[in-house]
């Protein structure tokens, strides 16, 4: 039961011509996509004052988020309120913090 396959018939390039004697000249095709040739460069957002502003926020921040940090107790046992509830965790790191993100609110509505 071996199933013969039928012949591949070839295919058959046909050209029609118009029937007119005369040449036809061909132009060139031109591209249709508009292919930019040098790409404009963008400005940047803020200028250099401004982002100056952001780094100095930034570093407020940070130095509020380092005051803010520590007051583990040596011991379990003793409750030793200074270290807690210190002038450096309640007063000077809420005021780094809130200095930097008014100092990013600044660079961000300073016209450079």
Do not use: H
């Not at 040098?38 to 250099?48: A, Y």
């Amino acid at each position: 039961m071996s199933k013969k396959k039928a012949p591949v018939k070839k295919k058959k390039v046909v050209s029609v011509s118009s029937g007119s004697t005369s040449q036809k000249t061909l132009k060139p095709t031109v591209s249709r996509t508009k292919v930019s040739k040098s790409q404009k460069q963008q400005p940047l957002l803020f200028g250099r004052t401004n982002y100056m502003y952001m780094i100095g926020g930034v570093i407020l921040m940070a130095l509020g988020f380092v005051a803010m940090s520590g007051g583990g107790m040596d011991d379990p046992n003793v409750w030793d309120e200074s270290i807690i509830y210190g002038w450096r965790r309640t007063v000077l790191a809420p005021i780094l913090l809130i200095a930097g993100l008014v100092a990013q609110i600044f660079a961000i509505f300073k016209k450079a």
